[in-house]
Each structure stands twice: as C-alpha cells, then as structure tokens.
C-alpha cells in the first residue's frame, strides 16, 4: 500500500461572486442583427417584467472559469471514495451516459405519437422485465421520481387493496431503525404510525411485532437490509405474521444493493417494494438532480398501480394505457425520469446477470472488510454480521477524550476522503456509518482503513486536531445550525 497520505495541498483561489465581478456591457454571446420585427411586450401588459435588471455581465472565459474553479472545490463519485452510508455512491459507468445520450433516445418528445415512441417504450418493457425479474414480484411502475415518492406510490397501493377489501385500517409499523423518509410517507398517506423496537441484534423482535400487528394495521414497512446493513433473517416468519393478520409487507428496496443477483424480496414474502435506480443501478444521484424510484407489486396490487400503464396492443405494439378504474391515479409528469430509465437498463445490460450478482457480492466483501478491519479500534454498534454497510459508533472515542462521530468525519477530509453517514440511524448513539460500494479498490479500502486508524490514533495524542478538523479545506467548522436555519439563497448588495 502506498504510505504518501492522499490529501495535500493545492492552489485554491479565493473566488469573488459573478455579481462582484460583473463588468456592465459585458457579454458572453453576439447575436446576429435583428431580421425579424421584435417582439411586442406591450401585449403581455401588466404581466410584462421590468424588475428583472441585475444580472452579472461577464465574459464567457470568465465564467467558464469561475465554474471551473468552483468545481475543484467539491468531492465527487469521480473524485474518490464516497462511503456515505445509505446512499450507496457508487461509479456511475460511462456507458450510460453514451446511451442515454444517442440523439435518438435524448431526443425523445414524451408528446411523440406511440407509433413513434415504440423504442422508447421498448426501453421502459425492457427495464421493467429486468427489475421484475430481480425482485421477483409480478408487475411494476416506473413512474415515481425517487425512492420516497416510490414509498409513497406504495402505501397509496396499500390503502387502496385494503379499501377494495373494505376497511384501509388506521396504522403502519415502522422499525426504530427505518429511514426518516418512512415514517414521512405513512403520515402523508394519512396513517398513524406505530414504532417496532428492534432487538439486541439490531432486527426485528418478533414478540413486539406479534403484540403490534393487530387488525388495525395496513402494513410493515420494513427495510432489508435494514439501515443496520443486518439482513432480517426472520423475513419469511415476518413475512408470515404481517399476512395472517391480513396487511401487507412494504419493503424499502434503497439496499437492494446487497441483494440483487443474489435473494429476491417476492420470494422472502414481499407485497410491495420500491427500488432506487439513482443508488442500486448506478444512476447519478446528488446535487438535486432526477432519481428514479420504480415500484414493484404482487398480482394482487396490480389493477391499482399509477395510469398510465405500459401494456400491448393486441397487434403486439406498446402503449400507455390510461383506462384502469382501479388506479390511484398519475404520480408524476409523462413516464417518470426516462433518462434515469436509460442509464439503469444500460448498466443492467452492460453487467449482465453474472456482473450484477459479482457487483452485489462485491460490496457485501468490502463493507465486511471494513468492518473487521476496523472493529478492534471503533466499537461496532451492534456485532451482528453485516452485508453492504457497517455501523460503528463513536462511544470509545466520545468516552477517552470527547470526541463525537461528526469530528471524525470531518478528520476524514483532510486524510482526503469524503465523510461516512453520522448520527444515522438513530437507534445508533453516535453513528459511524460507512457503504463503501463495489466501486472501491482494495488499495483505495486500504487507504481509507489506514485514515481511520490514524484518526483513532489522534483522539488518544492530539484530540483537539480531530476536533478541530477539517484543516486542510478552504473552510473549517461551519455554524451548522445558522445554515440550516437561516439560510442566504440570494445574492443582495449588503
Ligand atoms: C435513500 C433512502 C431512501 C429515500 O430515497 P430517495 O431517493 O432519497 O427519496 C429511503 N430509504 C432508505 C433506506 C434510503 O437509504
């Protein structure tokens, strides 16, 4: 392994805002003279702007360079190790990106008549094929806009098979150890929330779930892995229980990471299920940019799923059918986030079925070798064998000198890593939590391995470095609490 540390230093320049170093006249385009007689605002009357003046004037080099600047002051995918646990950050491949810009696929109008759209819908049967296979479930929308608005398509489903049974029940259990996103989704699809303990071993405890799950309750949404990275190996009793009291078993597919090529959630007793294209199938995510939480159903959901549905004709062409009486309704715009469709059919095809159980097998090693790597310097926050992310937590570290899990994270930045998740999950005191992909080398582990221990190292020689980190960025320690209370999204002249 190579002993020169990753992070060292590098011109930064201070960077002035487009609006200070805005020249007036000055502009980064010519357009040729006017040929054409002008538009006439006066027709817009009162809705006519004129308070839109005070834009920045500049040059086009100059803004290339501000932009460029800009980004070599960010981490990315691209950059280095991203073990953000839960996001599961791995390499967005190349050859997505070619596919989903070939002109005739980035050229698609979602308004193009069928009969032209027949290899765009063939791209969404295709993927839909492919994820149903993976998950081992019956049918599937890909409409939702990410893994949330996934969720919520299928509690949305759930309550509408058990209004068509007669009574949509009042609650949904959710593990202490599920995403906030969870519990946010059954309170916006009206139900109230009952919370499942987990046991010692960080999993489902069966004796509170057999007390909770009454006649009252519409479903278990349940994460497996869960955020633990701890496959729930009771799944199929779980599975059982939640049916004979007669609900439904929501899985949060966003780890499907850990399984795919390997288990399948329809054969483990799973009703609905939502995937996260942007992290299991490597489509960019970040940045606020499109996801894609495609949501997979047993038969019995099918007649609800969101319009319109991709079917065939009978003359074998494909088309979006709009006509389902039983349908919750349209989730989001056309046929969701088709590029995101695009890139994840890419990378399905591109790893084949032995690529992606390789990929998912890959991970499980790396988050294992992480893990025992790690263990005898950072107290593991349960010591139940993991699959594609470990927890630790900081107690050792908090106990000998102070020091908590979001300074260690900041550590890591000048070791020249991005930080892992903190303080997440929450039934973790002091969360440490690290899913460091397929995509890492073993070199690049490593590395990463070899920080943390210098950083543990610090907490017992010089804790007030590790406190005080990160020191190598163009900023230290920010105020937190102020940027995310008193936010200043606007550029104003004072
Ligand atoms: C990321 C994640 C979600 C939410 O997915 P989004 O695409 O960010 O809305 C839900 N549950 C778990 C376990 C996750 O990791």
């Not at 960077?15 to 002008?38: C, T």
């Not at 080099?61 to 996001?87: A, K, Q």
């Not at 150890?177 to 303990?197: F, V």
């Not at 990471?257 to 960019?284: E, I, Q």
Request: proline share 6%; net charge negative; charged share 20%.
């Amino acid at each position: 392994m190579s002993t020169t540390p990753r992070a060292a230093r590098h011109i930064v320049q201070n960077e002035e805002l487009l609006f200070e170093i805005s020249e007036p006249g000055k502009a980064a385009y010519q357009l040729p003279e006017l040929d054409v007689p002008p538009a006439n605002v006066a027709a817009l009357g009162e809705r006519a702007r004129s308070d839109i003046a005070g834009f920045p004037e500049l040059s086009e080099i100059e803004i290339i360079r501000h932009f460029t600047r800009l980004s070599t002051w960010n981490y990315g995918v691209d950059t280095g190790l991203y073990p953000l646990g839960s996001c599961t950050m791995k390499y967005n491949p190349r050859v997505n990106e070619f596919v989903a810009r070939l002109d005739a696929i980035a050229g698609a109008h979602p308004l193009q008549p069928e009969e032209l759209s027949q290899g765009a819908l063939r791209i969404m049967d295709l993927l839909s094929q492919y994820l149903l296979e993976i998950c081992g479930m019956d049918a599937i929308t890909l409409q939702p806009a990410a893994g949330a608005q996934g969720e919520l398509t299928g509690i949305l489903l759930i309550r509408a098979a058990l209004q068509a049974r007669g009574n949509a029940r009042r609650l949904v259990l959710i593990p202490d150890s599920a995403h906030g996103t969870n519990p946010a989704t059954a309170a916006i699809a009206g139900y109230e929330i009952a919370k499942l303990s987990s046991n010692a071993q960080g999993t489902v405890d069966m004796a509170s779930l057999d007390r909770l799950m009454t006649d009252q309750v519409a479903a278990l949404m349940l994460t497996n892995p869960n955020t633990l990275g701890i496959f729930e190996e009771d799944i199929h009793r779980i599975a059982d229980l939640v049916h004979q009291r007669g609900g439904f078993l929501y899985m949060d597919g966003a780890n499907m990471n850990a399984l795919v090529g390997r288990a399948r959630p329809g054969d483990f007793g799973v009703d609905v299920m939502h995937l996260n294209l942007h992290k299991t199938f490597s489509t960019p995510h970040g940045g606020g940019g499109p996801g894609s939480g495609p949501v997979a159903v047993k038969a019995e959901l099918e007649p609800f799923l969101p319009t319109p549905v991709l079917t065939r004709r009978p003359n074998g062409a494909l088309t979006l059918e709009e006509d389902r009486p039983h349908s919750i309704g349209r989730m989001r715009a056309f046929a969701g986030s088709f590029g995101m469709l695009v890139r994840a059919l890419a990378y399905i095809m591109a790893n084949g079925s032995d690529g992606l159980k390789q990929t998912t097998e890959d991970a499980v090693l790396n988050a294992n070798y992480i893990r025992t790597r790690l263990k005898d310097v950072y107290a593991l926050s349960y010591d139940t064998p993991t699959m594609h992310e470990c927890v630790f937590s900081d107690k050792l570290q908090a106990r000998k000198a102070d020091v908590h899990t979001g300074d260690i994270a900041k550590r890591l930045i000048d070791y020249g890593f991005h930080p892992y998740t903190v303080s997440f999950p929450l039934i973790a005191p002091g969360a440490m939590m690290i899913e460091p992909t397929e995509s890492a080398s073993k070199r690049e582990l490593d590395e990463f391995i070899a920080a943390l221990r210098a950083i543990a190292q610090e907490v017992d020689t010089e804790p007030e470095t590790v406190k005080t980190a990160p020191h190598t960025t163009r900023v230290s320690r920010m105020d937190e609490v102020a940027a995310a209370r008193k936010p200043r999204l606007r550029w104003t002249e004072d």
